[in-house]
């Protein structure tokens, strides 16, 4: 296993959201920009680097050695400008003294554009809630997206799509575990409202031209589930996986393409192909 590299050396911004200090990174050139979200919960670092999280992220994808896996942000900062930063209550960023909703990820999201001065619209890649903040906001600010990429990412009426299949017993204890997360965890998100809008929020065509490019993971076979859920995860990872299919309908430039692991963790996983999608993606946007 290779040693954990010394903490990023690029340069770091600070961005002021209604009194509190959200950090960022800043890497590469040339345009358009790319904008970074994080997974819930999940550290900027881990676009660029493993860092002492070497352990961490093994576990995630399963593997037992990193190798010369690359990250994300290095490789696409070969070409354009990469922005990556770490929302509230994450790392260096403020804590927030109140649970968070949609309205508050897109206030702090245009403070980032803002002490990055962003001229042109950007390309927004986010991974698991990033993801839906992305999405959300592509769809209520379409003038400042230029291009949209979701990573396996969560959808805006995941919590009642998922509730039919899924046991009483368990739903309460997802409600719990929401609750939790609301009152305890660093980053205080609402996920009754987030995971809660409606199908609405993501009607085929809400998007109307952003190009958009999702990357789901592959399907988990039921035979890999443990009891007593195995009916009910299978079931609920096809109802994860029609989702995807329906953030695809979002725009009528809508791709997908669907890894063959099952890690939600695709970036980390499988980074050479996601890569490779998101340069075909970024060099289809100028073709004529």
């Known amino acids: ?28 050139s040339g345009e358009p920009t790319l904008v970074l979200l994080t ?12 860092g002492d999280a070497v352990e961490d992220l093994l576990t995630l994808v399963g593997r037992e050695t990193w190798d010369d ?24 960023s403020t804590a927030p003294q109140q649970p968070r909703t949609t309205d ?7 403070a ?5 001065d962003v001229q042109q619209p950007v390309v927004l890649i986010g991974h698991s809630i990033g993801g839906l903040i992305a999405l959300e906001y ?26 039919v299949a899924t046991p009483a017993d368990q739903l309460r204890s997802e409600a719990e575990a929401r609750q939790a997360f609301l009152e305890h965890h660093p980053e205080r998100p ?24 999702v990357i789901s993971r592959g399907m988990r076979p039921g035979p890999e589930m443990d009891p007593p859920f195995d009916a009910s995860l299978e079931r609920r990872e096809q109802i994860w996986q ?5 953030l695809v309908a979002c725009s009528v430039r809508g791709q997908h393409l669907r890894l063959a692991s099952p890690s939600h963790y695709v970036y980390l996983d499988q980074p050479r192909t996601v890569l490779q999608a998101i340069h075909a993606f970024l060099e289809g946007l100028h073709a004529p």
């Open 112 to 116: 980032v554009l803002q002490a990055v």
């Open 39 to 50: 997974g819930l919960g999940t550290p900027a670092t881990w676009w660029h680097e493993s």
């Open 138 to 163: 592509a769809r209520q600010s379409p003038d400042r997206v230029h291009a949209l990429v979701l990573l396996d990412s969560s959808h805006p009426d995941q919590l009642a799509q998922f509730a």
């Open 69 to 92: 896996a690359p990250f994300i942000a290095p490789e696409l900062a070969r070409r354009f400008r990469v922005v990556t930063y770490d929302r509230a209550g994450m790392q260096d």
């Open 104 to 110: 508050d990820f897109f206030q702090e999201l245009d």
């Open 242 to 246: 029609a989702l995807q299919m329906d």
């Open 1 to 28: 296993m290779p040693p954990a590299h010394p903490g990023p050396t690029f340069p770091r911004i600070i961005a002021h959201d209604r009194g509190r200090q959200i950090h960022g990174q800043v890497t590469g």
């Open 190 to 213: 609402d996920l009754e409202e987030l995971l809660g809008q409606g199908a609405d929020a993501a009607r085929p065509g809400c998007l109307g031209e952003v190009p958009l490019l």
